[in-house]
């Protein structure tokens, strides 16, 4: 899908976008044409993954301040310096209306460090649980990252849950036996690589209390270029 339909106000609109340190196809740093491709979004919330520089201290490569003044977007406090914008690259952006009420970091195992983000959120749509990740390159350490993730939400208390992220799965619907039975893992389309896309690497999960109405992959305006992910997104539901 190109473009993206009209957010209605019944549906909770999530997505996840791999934006690469803001470096374009071109290889410019441009994060305001990233803040262009989340304010077309229209989402509630959104998962980022590769938020900061590599390097330490790991500075922002999407200023917050700008996240908000030409998406509309504000941070959840994911960072633990004054500088980055998430945590292992992964941030979480939420539109007017929504708090975060508890973040919780979880390191995963792998052969490169990776990260989770449990964030308990409150908003229009109700309580409502993010899981914002970027997984490893590796088969096995996605199992073992993903194994690590469930184990950790079998310790909280049960709320509506979603999974947002870079999953780094290229078989279609194979790679994600850990999170079975829980979550319903969904293939929003194709979004990597940018220009050509022909591997759906970004995902959305959804847990048993949601039910997901409607799904895409946006490739229309500066989303072709500004990384070389295509962002995903989905309309969701409750289910009842």
């Known amino acids: 899908?190109?473009?993206?339909?009209?957010?209605?106000?019944?549906?909770?609109?999530?997505?996840?976008?791999?934006?690469?340190?803001?470096?374009?196809?071109?290889?410019?740093?441009?994060?305001?044409?990233?803040?262009?491709?989340?304010?077309?979004?229209s989402a509630d919330v959104v998962a980022l993954q590769e938020a900061d520089r590599r390097l330490p201290p790991r500075r922002a490569a999407l200023p917050a301040d700008l996240t908000r003044a030409e998406a509309g977007l504000q941070r959840a406090p994911v960072a633990l310096n004054a500088v980055s914008l998430g945590w292992h690259g992964n941030a979480l952006l939420l539109a007017d209306g929504w708090d975060s009420t508890h973040i919780h970091r979880?390191?995963?195992?792998?052969?490169?460090?990776?990260?989770?983000?449990?964030?308990?959120?409150?908003?229009?749509?109700?309580?409502?649980?993010?899981?914002?990740?970027?997984?490893?390159?590796?088969?096995?350490d996605r199992q073992r990252q993903m194994t690590?993730?469930?184990?950790?939400?079998?310790?909280?208390?049960?709320?509506?849950?979603?999974?947002?992220?870079?999953?780094?799965?290229?078989?279609?619907?194979?790679?994600?036996?850990?999170?079975?039975?829980?979550?319903?893992?969904?293939?929003?389309?194709?979004?990597f690589p940018a220009f050509r896309p022909v591997a759906a690497l970004d995902r959305v999960a959804t847990g048993p209390d949601l039910r997901l109405e409607r799904a895409g992959v946006m490739r229309a305006g500066a989303a072709g270029r500004a990384s070389d992910h295509l962002p995903v997104w989905a309309d969701i539901s409750r289910v009842g």
């Open 148 to 191: 690590l993730i469930m184990a950790e939400l079998a310790g909280l208390p049960a709320r509506p849950t979603v999974l947002l992220g870079d999953l780094n799965e290229w078989a279609p619907a194979a790679g994600f036996a850990p999170l079975d039975p829980y979550f319903t893992v969904h293939r929003p389309g194709r979004s």
């Open 106 to 140: 979880l390191s995963l195992p792998g052969l490169e460090p990776r990260g989770a983000v449990i964030a308990d959120l409150a908003g229009p749509f109700g309580p409502l649980r993010v899981v914002a990740t970027h997984l490893g390159l590796r088969r096995r």
């Open 1 to 41: 899908m190109t473009a993206l339909p009209r957010k209605t106000d019944h549906h909770l609109r999530v997505a996840s976008y791999n934006i690469r340190k803001s470096v374009g196809l071109d290889q410019r740093r441009d994060p305001h044409r990233v803040a262009r491709v989340l304010a077309a979004l």
